[in-house]
């Protein structure tokens, strides 16, 4: 990398590695209150609400960030803000009238989604309150993108600070409200911290960007969203069909799990515990390859416009190397501390165990993670999304036919082999192209 790009890229990597670590550790802390305030079932009914979050945010903002990341990149590589500021504004409405018409969809139709597709009617009210989040979610995501792409992090690193601040201190003061008052905690109050947290976020997002204007000609309005639609329909399509999948993945597991032999309330308690408890603690240092991931986009989007090869295959070779030893050292750390840290963090042993056996996972999901964004920035979306839906049919395989035959121990499996097979096809695919 040459000096410039390589101090801003770290400067970028350690600000959102720092608010990343910052943001996880109040996440530590929350997941520990609500497994004592909800309890593992009320746990599993909160997780049974990501697909919803996932999906909702894959149609509305997901693919138009990237987009608008990787347009904003080009034009400021051309010294022509105004190009940049042109295709943020052109993004920011679209993703404005998506939000607006997916939460209005949810609100309106909560019940049908809750009984029909999650499976569960008391997910209907978590719904009606989390469609209100979307909003204010897309425009501090379009935001970001648009500082994304100029490898300035400071302003989406507050509001990722702010976002989970915020929700964690609603959620806090709600419970303490209830509790004063000796009426039951509704799960309610968890959606509630979650809109209060976008909107938020989205208030300090917007008093702090500023998007500067240029004198260069630009791109028209027409050929903005033509531009914008060529990268983000794609990327949008391929999140929206991974997260049906991904959903259905999610709904059926409690459901195999009753095969198994586990009462409704038993596996709905092992899915949360699953979810909240053990996966937080894996996903823990992936905060430095997420960081490592937004700004690789950019970086190798750049260096590609420019023709400059070597400089991609050198970030590429770097980010191997440093997944690999980041994996590794996780993976050695998770099998001697992870039942301690179940026990220690959550009270609960079988926490512990999911721990000690997701461990294995860490090399092969931080490279994949990471090596996505490089296939993004080089132009081959569609690649990644071919290795992820291969990853996620892998895992509804394991979850129909091993999850009845050996339990939840069948699906952990299955999550492994996954990882292992899209880290190693991003490689092969990466070597081939570079």
């Known amino acids: 990398m040459t000096k410039t790009i390589k101090n801003s890229f770290i400067t970028g990597t350690l600000l959102l590695t720092f608010a990343g670590v910052l943001t996880r550790l109040i996440g530590f802390f929350y997941r520990i209150f609500l497994s004592r305030t909800i309890g593992a079932e009320g746990l599993g009914i909160y997780q049974l609400l990501s697909?919803?979050?996932?999906?909702?945010?894959?149609?509305?903002?997901?693919?138009?960030?990237?987009?608008?990341?990787?347009f904003v990149?080009?034009?400021?590589?051309?010294?022509?803000?105004?190009?940049?500021?042109?295709?943020?504004?052109?993004?920011?409405?679209?993703?404005?009238?998506?939000?607006?018409?997916?939460?209005?969809?949810?609100?309106?139709?909560a019940d049908f989604i809750a009984s029909a597709w999650l499976g569960d009617i008391r997910c209907a009210p978590l719904l009606s309150v989390l469609s209100l989040s979307f909003v204010p979610a897309c425009i501090h995501a379009c935001i970001n993108g648009y500082y994304y792409?100029?490898?300035k992090t400071g302003v989406?690193?507050?509001?990722?600070?702010?976002?989970?601040?915020?929700?964690?201190?609603?959620?806090?003061?709600?419970?303490?409200?209830?509790?004063?008052?000796?009426t039951p905690v509704p799960l309610s109050v968890t959606m509630w911290g979650i809109v209060l947290g976008e909107v938020a976020s989205t208030l300090v997002s917007v008093s702090f960007a500023k998007i500067p204007r240029g004198t260069k000609?630009?791109?028209?309005?027409?050929?903005?969203?033509?531009?914008?639609?060529?990268?983000?329909?794609?990327?949008?399509?391929?999140?929206?069909?991974?997260?049906?999948?991904?959903?259905?993945?999610?709904?059926?597991?409690?459901?195999?799990?009753?095969?198994?032999?586990?009462?409704?309330a038993e596996a709905l308690g092992v899915y949360g515990i699953l979810t909240g408890m053990a996966m937080s603690i894996i996903m823990f240092p992936s905060?430095?390859?997420?960081?490592?991931?937004?700004?690789?986009?950019?970086?190798?989007?750049?260096?590609?416009?420019?023709?400059?090869?070597?400089l991609i295959r050198r970030t590429v070779t770097k980010t191997i190397r440093a997944c690999l030893f980041l994996g590794?050292?996780?993976?050695?750390?998770?099998?001697?501390?992870?039942?301690?840290?179940?026990?220690?963090?959550?009270?609960?042993?079988?926490?512990?165990?999911?721990i000690v056996t997701l461990g294995w996972i860490c090399p092969f999901l931080y490279l994949s993670s990471t090596?996505?964004?490089v296939l993004h920035g080089l132009g081959y979306p569609g690649l990644t999304f071919c290795f992820n839906l291969a990853a996620c049919g892998i895992r509804i395989l394991f979850v129909l036919f091993a999850i009845p035959a050996y339990g939840i121990k069948g699906y952990l499996w299955g999550i492994l082999l996954s990882h292992i097979a899209t880290a190693f096809l991003t490689i092969i695919v990466l070597l081939r192209k570079i």
Not at 156 to 182: D, K, N, W
Not at 293 to 302: A, D, F, G, Q, R
Not at 328 to 349: R, S
Request: net charge positive; proline share 4%; charged share 15%.
């Open 51 to 70: 697909p919803v979050m996932a999906l909702g945010f894959a149609v509305t903002a997901a693919g138009i960030q990237t987009a608008i990341s990787r």
């Open 73 to 109: 990149s080009t034009e400021i590589g051309k010294k022509n803000p105004e190009g940049a500021r042109r295709y943020f504004y052109c993004g920011l409405i679209v993703s404005l009238l998506l939000s607006a018409l997916t939460g209005f969809i949810i609100w309106k139709y």
């Open 149 to 151: 792409g100029t490898k």
């Open 156 to 182: 989406p690193a507050l509001c990722q600070l702010t976002e989970q601040l915020v929700r964690v201190g609603s959620v806090y003061l709600l419970y303490c409200i209830h509790m004063r008052e000796q």
């Open 217 to 264: 000609r630009v791109p028209s309005i027409p050929a903005c969203l033509h531009g914008l639609a060529v990268m983000a329909v794609p990327l949008t399509a391929n999140r929206v069909v991974l997260n049906l999948f991904s959903g259905y993945e999610t709904v059926m597991i409690p459901n195999r799990l009753k095969l198994f032999g586990y009462t409704s």
């Open 287 to 310: 905060v430095v390859t997420n960081s490592v991931s937004v700004l690789l986009l950019p970086t190798i989007s750049e260096a590609k416009a420019a023709g400059d090869d070597r």
């Open 328 to 354: 590794f050292l996780c993976t050695a750390g998770f099998l001697f501390t992870g039942k301690y840290l179940g026990n220690l963090l959550f009270g609960n042993a079988l926490a512990g165990t999911f």
């Open 371 to 373: 090596l996505s964004s």
